[in-house]
């Protein structure tokens, strides 16, 4: 609490820990995270991303390492009523109504929202007296959506909040998302859809087999995947001649088709008409958000960043 | 918890299964085994009065149990998990499921005993009436946190199948189906130490001599502390799952 960071920061997790016997979910994990942020925590299935959450809300107790939260513990930040979360494993029952749900769920805090309004922040006033049962993925999302904000926090934690929605809802989610987070609040959101984190997030954090790997703006991300794609399709290359190539990190085929991920890609790519000059269909693109994903997230990606 | 207490009771109202074999399954129970042992005379009782009593120990406990190993349903879905992420202490969330019971014992003795009257002809003063009600209900305490340690101990999806499991032979032992009087001498020694024995006899006693006497109540409140000191243990094992 004298660290005036720490004390000001909404979120700070420093040598984060967790094993689930011989797993280690969680090896290691330094982050703050300042108050207003949109924070992206992006990494392929068993990064971390989730064990990392449930600690930050104090569902999990770390094996190591400290977590704050608006410089109290996880869980008073939580009694307080400062965090509201949607998780992959919190979820409702199916006889009661999204009304009921999030009724109870107001009920437990003294400074909530009301229940209308939450419901209508949300988009769920339509179904709100159906059965939580008998929803859709996406309407359901968005109940659980309704009862995270309720409690009108000030940090949101969104464990893949836009999963089972269709494209339409995603867009409407994160308009309600936006409006919300207009008046300066904290959001972490996990995500598999990288657009999302790409449109939405001021800041992302890449983890692999429970480390933080990458951290900064989408574009510093990028960044940190030095070089291009080149795509073509090059009738008669094998795969390890393709990654022998001057300037290529990593290379994929499907069929005929290559993509090389590439240091240097001018070289890489004078080398591969000279040996394949039959090659066509060739294109070279930066870095996406997806690319540098693929890239860093890879399994041989090895101590490349 | 008054919300959550007020929002169960409601789903549970609309829930017609839960009520038939909670609630209006004793009531078919009652009049079935009055007619069938009506000829017989336990202990200066009548058979109608005597079954009528069992038949509402059997309902206060069956409800209580099958309220209780509910947890094992919302463990299921995350409820409980959403749950901890609000100000809601755990020992708030485990005492609204008692309550809940309690809630649900009272419609279901009330309907045995209102079938006792207005069918199989017990007659007692309306002072008796509330002594057995009061009786009843408050001996059903236990069960309600026999019902929660076994939702928080089983499988979450096994959950209220061990508590039918558990409540029919707690019923058999207990002299509830077949009188103890009846049963064999060893039998009717683990009966006394079972809370379901008690829940009737202490209404019975209640009934002759206008108190349950001592040892009764001391069944059912060891029951209650021994099972509620696991409940608080379980709670927490299970908190402290991923």
Redesign the interface.
């Known amino acids: 609490m004298d660290d005036p960071v720490a004390a000001g920061a909404a979120v700070r997790l420093s040598g984060l820990r967790k094993s689930?016997g011989e797993v280690r979910a969680v090896r290691g994990v330094e982050l703050t995270v300042a108050p207003g942020e949109v924070l992206a925590l992006l990494g392929p299935n068993a990064a971390g991303k989730t064990?990392t959450m449930?600690m930050l809300?104090g569902?999990?107790?770390p094996d190591a390492g400290e977590v704050t939260v608006f410089g109290r513990t996880p869980r008073r930040a939580?009694?307080?009523?400062l965090?509201g979360?949607m998780?992959q494993?919190?979820?409702?029952?199916?006889?009661?109504t999204a009304r009921?749900i999030v009724?109870?769920?107001?009920?437990?805090?003294p400074g909530s929202l009301r229940v209308a309004d939450a419901l209508a922040r949300a988009g769920v006033e339509k179904y709100a007296k159906a059965r939580y049962g008998g929803l859709s993925g996406g309407q359901k999302q968005r109940v659980r959506f309704a009862?995270a904000l309720v409690?009108d926090p000030d940090l949101l934690v969104l464990d893949e909040p836009t999963v089972a929605m269709d494209v339409a809802a995603r867009a409407d989610f994160w308009a309600a998302m936006r409006e919300y987070t207009t008046g300066g609040r904290t959001v972490i959101f996990a995500t598999h859809y990288l657009a999302e984190a790409q449109e939405f997030a001021d800041r992302v954090v890449l983890m692999r087999h429970g480390e933080v790997i990458a951290d900064g703006s989408v574009a510093a991300i990028c960044a940190k995947v030095d070089g291009r794609t080149i795509r073509a399709n090059v009738p008669g290359a094998a795969l390890a001649e393709l990654r022998r190539l001057p300037g290529v990190g990593s290379a994929e085929t499907r069929g005929e088709r290559a993509e090389l991920h590439c240091a240097d890609s001018d070289a890489a790519l004078r080398a591969l008409l000279a040996a394949w000059p039959a090659a066509y269909d060739v294109s070279v693109t930066a870095m996406s958000l997806e690319d540098a994903f693929v890239v860093l997230t890879a399994d041989d990606a090895g101590e490349r960043v | 918890m008054g919300t959550l207490v007020w929002t169960e009771l409601r789903t549970l109202s609309r829930n017609t299964t839960f009520l038939l074999i909670t609630i209006a399954l004793p009531v078919v129970f009652f009049l079935v085994m009055s007619e069938v042992f009506g000829g017989q005379d336990a202990g200066g009782f009548d058979m109608a009065r005597y079954m009528m009593i069992s038949m509402a120990a059997f309902a206060a406990m069956s409800v209580s149990i099958a309220v209780g190993t509910r947890v094992g349903q919302e463990r299921l879905a995350g409820w409980n998990r959403q749950l901890r992420l609000t100000p809601l202490p755990g020992w708030a969330y485990v005492a609204s499921k008692v309550v809940v019971a309690l809630a649900l014992v009272l419609p279901a003795v009330a309907l045995v005993f209102l079938a006792g009257l207005a069918i199989k002809g017990v007659s007692l003063s309306g002072g008796q009436w509330l002594g057995l009600l009061v009786t009843v209900w408050l001996g059903s305490l236990p069960f309600g946190v026999i019902g929660l340690a076994l939702g928080l101990a089983v499988k979450p999806d096994a959950a209220e199948g061990v508590g039918v499991a558990v409540y029919l032979p707690m019923a058999m032992l207990g002299g509830l189906w077949v009188p103890v009087e009846v049963l064999p001498p060893f039998m009717a020694a683990v009966a006394k130490a079972l809370p379901s024995y008690w829940v009737a006899e202490n209404a019975r006693r209640q009934l002759a001599d206008g108190l349950p006497g001592l040892a009764g109540p001391a069944v059912a409140l060891g029951w209650f502390a021994v099972v509620g000191i696991a409940v608080a243990a379980l709670y927490r094992r299970d908190a402290a799952r991923i």
């Open positions: 689930f064990t449930e809300l569902l999990t107790t939580t009694a307080e009523g965090v979360a998780l494993s919190g979820g409702f029952l199916g006889e009661m009921e009724g109870v769920m107001a009920a437990q805090y009862a409690c």
